[in-house]
Protein backbone atom coordinates (compact mmCIF):
# COMPACT_ATOMS: atom_id res chain seq x y z
CA UNK A 1 0.00 0.00 0.00
CA UNK A 2 0.94 3.37 -0.90
CA UNK A 3 0.17 7.16 -0.15
CA UNK A 4 -3.08 7.67 1.87
CA UNK A 5 -5.77 4.91 1.77
CA UNK A 6 -9.25 5.06 3.01
CA UNK A 7 -12.14 2.78 3.70
CA UNK A 8 -15.03 2.55 2.35
CA UNK A 9 -14.89 4.09 -0.76
CA UNK A 10 -18.70 4.01 -0.51
CA UNK A 11 -21.32 4.10 2.25
CA UNK A 12 -24.96 4.23 2.29
CA UNK A 13 -26.61 5.04 6.21
CA UNK A 14 -29.69 5.34 7.26
CA UNK A 15 -30.05 8.90 10.17
CA UNK A 16 -29.84 6.10 12.83
CA UNK A 17 -26.75 4.19 11.97
CA UNK A 18 -23.31 4.17 13.46
CA UNK A 19 -20.12 4.33 10.75
CA UNK A 20 -16.70 5.04 10.69
CA UNK A 21 -14.24 5.85 7.89
CA UNK A 22 -11.22 4.94 8.29
CA UNK A 23 -8.34 6.52 6.60
CA UNK A 24 -4.27 5.40 6.68
CA UNK A 25 -1.08 7.08 5.45
CA UNK A 26 1.88 5.17 4.50
CA UNK A 27 4.00 8.32 4.18
CA UNK A 28 5.28 8.63 7.87
CA UNK A 29 3.68 11.91 7.84
CA UNK A 30 3.04 14.06 11.25
CA UNK A 31 -0.51 15.49 10.58
CA UNK A 32 -3.70 14.26 9.22
CA UNK A 33 -6.96 16.00 8.23
CA UNK A 34 -10.60 15.68 7.41
CA UNK A 35 -11.99 17.51 4.68
CA UNK A 36 -15.82 16.95 3.43
CA UNK A 37 -16.02 18.04 -0.16
CA UNK A 38 -19.71 18.88 -1.36
CA UNK A 39 -20.92 19.97 -5.15
CA UNK A 40 -20.01 23.70 -5.71
CA UNK A 41 -18.23 23.75 -2.63
CA UNK A 42 -14.93 24.52 -1.45
CA UNK A 43 -13.25 22.05 0.54
CA UNK A 44 -14.43 22.50 4.15
CA UNK A 45 -11.74 21.27 6.76
CA UNK A 46 -13.10 19.42 9.55
CA UNK A 47 -10.56 18.39 11.68
CA UNK A 48 -6.72 18.74 11.87
CA UNK A 49 -4.39 16.13 14.14
CA UNK A 50 -0.60 17.39 14.02
CA UNK A 51 1.49 14.60 16.05
CA UNK A 52 -1.66 12.78 17.40
CA UNK A 53 -3.02 15.83 18.46
CA UNK A 54 -6.38 17.23 17.54
CA UNK A 55 -5.09 20.90 16.69
CA UNK A 56 -8.32 22.16 14.31
CA UNK A 57 -12.20 21.69 15.37
CA UNK A 58 -13.76 23.62 12.72
CA UNK A 59 -17.02 23.87 14.40
CA UNK A 60 -18.09 20.73 13.14
CA UNK A 61 -21.35 19.19 14.61
CA UNK A 62 -20.87 16.54 17.48
CA UNK A 63 -22.44 13.83 14.83
CA UNK A 64 -18.63 13.26 13.87
CA UNK A 65 -16.34 12.31 15.89
CA UNK A 66 -12.26 11.90 14.82
CA UNK A 67 -10.36 9.48 16.23
CA UNK A 68 -6.51 9.56 15.65
CA UNK A 69 -4.78 6.46 17.65
CA UNK A 70 -1.66 7.13 16.17
CA UNK A 71 0.13 9.13 13.24
CA UNK A 72 -0.67 6.84 10.53
CA UNK A 73 -4.30 5.97 11.45
CA UNK A 74 -7.41 8.13 11.38
CA UNK A 75 -11.16 7.22 11.96
CA UNK A 76 -14.08 9.58 11.33
CA UNK A 77 -17.21 8.25 13.80
CA UNK A 78 -20.74 8.90 11.98
CA UNK A 79 -23.80 8.78 13.95
CA UNK A 80 -27.39 10.43 13.60
CA UNK A 81 -26.00 12.07 10.54
CA UNK A 82 -28.50 14.27 8.56
CA UNK A 83 -29.36 13.88 4.54
CA UNK A 84 -26.90 17.11 4.12
CA UNK A 85 -24.15 15.44 5.44
CA UNK A 86 -24.23 13.21 2.43
CA UNK A 87 -20.55 14.11 0.51
CA UNK A 88 -17.33 12.81 -0.13
CA UNK A 89 -15.08 12.90 2.68
CA UNK A 90 -11.59 13.21 1.93
CA UNK A 91 -8.66 12.17 3.99
CA UNK A 92 -5.01 14.17 3.71
CA UNK A 93 -1.37 13.97 5.47
CA UNK A 94 1.03 16.10 5.87
CA UNK A 95 4.91 15.94 5.91
CA UNK A 96 5.55 18.48 8.31
CA UNK A 97 3.22 19.03 11.50
CA UNK A 98 -0.23 21.77 11.34
CA UNK A 99 1.60 24.77 11.72
CA UNK A 100 3.92 24.95 8.42
CA UNK A 101 2.31 26.50 5.26
CA UNK A 102 4.07 24.33 2.51
CA UNK A 103 0.64 23.73 1.07
CA UNK A 104 0.99 20.53 -0.22
CA UNK A 105 -1.62 17.63 1.48
CA UNK A 106 -1.96 14.45 0.35
CA UNK A 107 -5.06 13.19 -0.12
CA UNK A 108 -7.15 9.87 -0.17
CA UNK A 109 -9.47 9.02 -2.58
CA UNK A 110 -12.14 9.51 -0.34
CA UNK A 111 -15.27 7.68 1.23
CA UNK A 112 -18.55 8.90 -0.89
CA UNK A 113 -21.17 9.23 2.09
CA UNK A 114 -25.01 9.00 1.09
CA UNK A 115 -27.10 9.60 4.20
CA UNK A 116 -31.03 8.57 3.32
CA UNK B 1 -17.20 38.45 -0.29
CA UNK B 2 -15.60 34.94 -0.34
CA UNK B 3 -11.89 34.94 0.60
CA UNK B 4 -11.25 32.58 -2.81
CA UNK B 5 -13.70 33.07 -5.72
CA UNK B 6 -13.22 30.76 -8.65
CA UNK B 7 -15.59 29.56 -11.03
CA UNK B 8 -17.00 26.21 -10.66
CA UNK B 9 -17.07 25.33 -14.59
CA UNK B 10 -17.75 22.77 -16.51
CA UNK B 11 -15.48 24.60 -18.93
CA UNK B 12 -14.73 22.22 -22.42
CA UNK B 13 -12.21 23.12 -24.98
CA UNK B 14 -10.91 21.24 -27.59
CA UNK B 15 -7.47 19.52 -28.07
CA UNK B 16 -4.53 21.25 -28.67
CA UNK B 17 -6.22 24.42 -26.98
CA UNK B 18 -4.73 26.57 -24.11
CA UNK B 19 -6.47 26.72 -21.18
CA UNK B 20 -7.08 29.55 -18.69
CA UNK B 21 -7.98 28.77 -15.14
CA UNK B 22 -8.74 31.56 -12.47
CA UNK B 23 -9.05 32.58 -9.28
CA UNK B 24 -9.62 36.13 -7.13
CA UNK B 25 -9.03 36.57 -3.55
CA UNK B 26 -9.47 39.07 -1.07
CA UNK B 27 -7.32 38.82 1.09
CA UNK B 28 -4.04 40.40 0.55
CA UNK B 29 -2.08 38.32 3.31
CA UNK B 30 -2.36 35.59 1.52
CA UNK B 31 1.17 35.04 0.59
CA UNK B 32 1.04 31.14 -1.34
CA UNK B 33 -0.51 29.94 -4.12
CA UNK B 34 -1.27 26.71 -5.39
CA UNK B 35 -3.18 24.53 -7.67
CA UNK B 36 -4.45 21.20 -7.18
CA UNK B 37 -5.62 18.39 -9.76
CA UNK B 38 -8.45 16.23 -8.91
CA UNK B 39 -9.30 13.51 -11.22
CA UNK B 40 -12.69 11.87 -10.90
CA UNK B 41 -13.11 9.47 -8.46
CA UNK B 42 -9.78 10.87 -7.04
CA UNK B 43 -8.15 13.23 -4.29
CA UNK B 44 -6.55 16.07 -5.11
CA UNK B 45 -2.90 16.43 -6.03
CA UNK B 46 -0.75 19.32 -5.85
CA UNK B 47 -0.11 20.41 -9.22
CA UNK B 48 1.65 23.70 -8.47
CA UNK B 49 2.92 25.82 -5.74
CA UNK B 50 3.92 29.28 -5.47
CA UNK B 51 5.03 32.26 -3.22
CA UNK B 52 5.55 35.26 -5.80
CA UNK B 53 4.42 37.42 -8.02
CA UNK B 54 4.91 36.62 -12.20
CA UNK B 55 5.13 33.35 -13.60
CA UNK B 56 6.14 29.30 -13.09
CA UNK B 57 6.34 26.88 -15.28
CA UNK B 58 6.35 23.18 -15.03
CA UNK B 59 6.01 21.60 -18.41
CA UNK B 60 2.92 22.44 -20.11
CA UNK B 61 1.84 24.45 -17.09
CA UNK B 62 2.11 27.63 -15.90
CA UNK B 63 1.19 28.98 -12.39
CA UNK B 64 0.43 33.36 -12.81
CA UNK B 65 0.14 35.28 -9.90
CA UNK B 66 -0.72 39.28 -9.30
CA UNK B 67 -0.64 40.66 -6.31
CA UNK B 68 -1.96 44.03 -6.90
CA UNK B 69 -4.91 42.40 -8.70
CA UNK B 70 -5.28 39.29 -6.20
CA UNK B 71 -5.79 37.38 -9.48
CA UNK B 72 -4.03 33.84 -9.81
CA UNK B 73 -4.05 31.73 -12.81
CA UNK B 74 -3.08 28.16 -14.44
CA UNK B 75 -2.63 28.10 -17.71
CA UNK B 76 -2.62 24.87 -19.84
CA UNK B 77 -0.60 24.52 -22.94
CA UNK B 78 -1.66 22.06 -25.66
CA UNK B 79 -3.95 20.48 -23.87
CA UNK B 80 -4.88 17.15 -23.94
CA UNK B 81 -7.54 14.77 -22.71
CA UNK B 82 -5.64 13.69 -20.22
CA UNK B 83 -5.81 16.84 -18.19
CA UNK B 84 -9.59 16.42 -18.25
CA UNK B 85 -10.15 17.26 -14.28
CA UNK B 86 -11.07 19.63 -11.37
CA UNK B 87 -8.48 22.35 -10.62
CA UNK B 88 -8.62 23.67 -7.32
CA UNK B 89 -7.04 26.96 -6.49
CA UNK B 90 -5.32 27.15 -2.72
CA UNK B 91 -4.22 29.97 -0.84
CA UNK B 92 -2.51 30.37 2.77
CA UNK B 93 -0.65 32.94 4.68
CA UNK B 94 2.85 32.54 5.78
CA UNK B 95 2.98 31.87 9.61
CA UNK B 96 -0.54 29.55 9.58
CA UNK B 97 -0.31 26.04 8.80
CA UNK B 98 -1.74 23.56 6.36
CA UNK B 99 -4.83 23.49 8.32
CA UNK B 100 -5.52 27.32 7.30
CA UNK B 101 -5.60 26.29 3.77
CA UNK B 102 -8.36 28.44 1.94
CA UNK B 103 -9.68 26.75 -1.45
CA UNK B 104 -11.81 27.53 -4.42
CA UNK B 105 -14.77 26.03 -5.71
CA UNK B 106 -12.88 24.11 -8.10
CA UNK B 107 -12.91 24.49 -11.81
CA UNK B 108 -14.55 21.31 -14.05
CA UNK B 109 -12.63 21.09 -17.04
CA UNK B 110 -12.94 18.53 -19.67
CA UNK B 111 -10.48 18.76 -23.45
CA UNK B 112 -12.55 17.29 -26.15
CA UNK B 113 -10.18 14.99 -28.83
Known amino acids: ETGVTQTPRHLVMGMTNKKSLKCEQH?????MYWYKQSAKKPLELMFV???????ENNSVPSRFSPECPNSSHLFLHLHTLQPEDSALYLC???????????????FGEGSRLTVL | QKEVEQDPGPLSVPEGAIVSLNCTYS??????FMWYRQYSRKGPELLMY????GNKEDGRFTAQVDKSSKYISLFIRDSQPSDSATYLC?????????????FGTGTRLTIIP
Open chain 2, 90 to 102: AISRPNFGNEKLT
Open chain 1, 27 to 31: LGHNA
Open chain 2, 50 to 53: TYSS
Open chain 1, 49 to 55: YSLEERV
Open chain 2, 27 to 32: NSAFQY
Open chain 1, 92 to 106: ASSQDPAGSSTGELF
